[in-house]
């Protein structure tokens, strides 16, 4: 079975700064997806940034970029020019074609002003 | 936009009542998800469903059941609500294949008292 690790439950960082949250997963599937979700205080999950494991450029949105390392099963979101919008629960999150999502326990990014 | 609506964000139920929690999704997926979020656990996936009438039981199936009666809509049904079913509910739905990303509900908060 899939699993996803998140190992830091909470990070801060200086508005305008930049933070990197880390996530591993496991699986033997070769082609897959892996996602970053955001949920603020609002609840509502978010969508922040999407990786096809069959292509070796990383994703990159904005203010959003990951690094994407295949063989070692690492997929972290960095975040840049930090904003105080940012400050929210971040999920990592693993999808084979067709089937459910895993996701990780979440990191609590706090944004100091 | 997509959209995926959950009947109720705040839902207050006795012990033993069988409750319901209903979802629907405006943009014909294939696959909908019931998830329950509790802090430092992340989201579990308690059913899924991959077309009508079928379902797939997750990680933490037990106490609970789903019905798909329409592509649209997918129930969550609490058949004996206890006490340890009080969390977070998150519905989402997403395509069945390539380019897929879940669209998530803004959440239920189920307590029972």
């Known amino acids: 079975a899939q699993t996803v690790t998140q190992s830091q439950p909470e990070m801060s960082v200086q508005e305008a700064e930049t933070v990197t949250l880390s996530c591993t997963y496991d699986?033997?599937?070769?082609?897959?997806?892996l996602f970053w979700y955001k949920q603020p205080p609002s609840r509502q999950m978010i969508l922040v940034i999407r990786q096809e494991a069959y292509k070796q450029q990383n994703a990159t949105e904005n203010r959003f970029s990951v690094n994407f390392q295949k063989a070692a099963k690492s997929f972290s979101l960095k975040i840049s020019d930090s904003q105080l919008g940012d400050a929210a629960m971040y999920f990592c999150?693993?999808?084979?074609?067709?089937?459910?999502?895993?996701f990780g326990p979440g990191t609590r990014l706090s944004v100091l002003p | 936009d997509v959209k995926v609506t959950q009947s109720s964000r705040y839902l207050v139920k006795r012990t033993g009542e069988k409750v319901f929690l209903e979802c629907v999704q405006d943009m014909d997926h294939e696959n909908m998800f019931w998830y329950r979020q509790d802090p430092g656990l992340g989201l579990r996936l308690i059913y899924f469903s991959y077309d009508v009438k079928m379902k797939e039981k997750g990680d933490i199936p037990e106490g609970y059941s789903v019905s798909r009666e329409k592509k649209e809509r997918f129930s969550l049904i609490l058949e004996s609500a206890s006490t340890n079913q009080t969390s977070m509910y998150l519905c989402?739905?997403?395509?069945?294949?390539?380019?897929?990303?879940?669209?998530f509900g803004q959440g239920t908060r189920l307590t029972v008292v």
């Open positions: 999150a693993y999808a084979n074609y067709g089937q459910n999502f895993v």
């Open positions: 989402a739905s997403s395509y069945r294949g390539v380019n897929t990303e879940a669209f």
């Open positions: 699986t033997s599937e070769s082609d897959y997806y």
